[in-house]
């Protein structure tokens, strides 16, 4: 039985990776943070408890910010496969925390790349490695943007991650590490934070739809992007692992739109005019903007066998009918007089 440590197993690509790997047969090990409630929703329906003989995903408390402890897991789970997920993954918010996001996102890989090294050159086993990088590298490179389109990050979040990419490279090439990065483009579904734009607005126009809210309010309507479902990305980043060398791979559908057109689909699908709804609040604008992201993702199609299943209109559709699903279940609760809280965050 293959054996995988995932860290971020909580987050969106966390859950759907563990799905995946558990249906080929993976023992699976996720590195957890504590937290003072629980942040395990996403992967809650795959726990069976450590003692069942069934029992195939078990979880580690665990930090990027903490080396000895990542060094710890590492010699217990003793994996064949390493995902590294996690990230403070939020492109605004790491203009209000650009020191944690480097920390984590940049120094955070470099404390795994370290453990790792120690771990193989000492037990002489071998592993392989993936890095969830991101498109976000690219910044301001006009699209359509490749492996070979040069780096300009445009925030903290992404020039944490362009280090983290350089030294993926270079364990890959100082030390004979089997080291991949992925360059992915936007992925979002169901699962997807409730702070990203694709999320923030199916979530917002289906509570509009059932009278449970009256505005949403965003940023930059302009900017484009090329959306994919998660479930697809999880795939392509596995099959990087399975070749015979290690490599990078941008992974994106090729097709970008504005987060004006995504605003569009969404509540036309829920028959509302966007206009009645939508306004603009400068608090979601960002010191500077990425304004186009288009991948040109050949390379993983020829290489990998890779291409995405789910178009714009798919992903529109899961994404609302499941906001809607749970909108539903609020206006039921608020009806029968329970009061319902709503989860929300300012700011980004
Ligand atoms: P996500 O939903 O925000 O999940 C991030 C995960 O990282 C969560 O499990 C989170 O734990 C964990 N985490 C955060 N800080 C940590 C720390 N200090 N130590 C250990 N774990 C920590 O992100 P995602 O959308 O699944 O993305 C997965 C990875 O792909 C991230 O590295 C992201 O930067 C990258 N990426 C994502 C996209 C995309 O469009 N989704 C595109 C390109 C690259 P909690 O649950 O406790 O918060
Ligand atoms: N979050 C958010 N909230 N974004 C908004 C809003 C708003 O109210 N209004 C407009 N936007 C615009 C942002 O300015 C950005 O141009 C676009 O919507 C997408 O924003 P996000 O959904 O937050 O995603 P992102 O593209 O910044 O970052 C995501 O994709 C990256 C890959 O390109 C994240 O998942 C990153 O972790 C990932 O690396």
Known sequence: MRRALITGITGQDGSYLTEMLLTKGYEIHGIIRRASTFNT???DHLYLDPHSPEARMFLHYGDLSDGPGLRRILEEVQPDEVYNLAAQSHVAVSFMQPEYTTDIDGLGTLRLLEAIRDYCGRTGHDLRFYQAGTSEMFGSSPPPQSEATPFHPRSPYAAAKVMAHHLVRNYREAYDLFACNGILFNHES??????????KITRAATRIKLGLQDKLYLGNLDSRRDWGHAKDYVEAMWLTLQRDQPDDYVVATGEAYSV???VERVFARLELDWHEYVEIDPRYFRPVEVEHLRGDARKARHELGWKPKVGIDELVACMVDS????ARQERILKDAGHSVAYRGIAGD
């Open 260 to 262: 004006r057109e995504f």
């Open 323 to 326: 906001d809607l699903e749970l």
């Open 190 to 199: 169901e699962r997807r934070g409730e702070t990203f734009v694709t999320r």
């Open 41 to 43: 929703d996403r992967i």
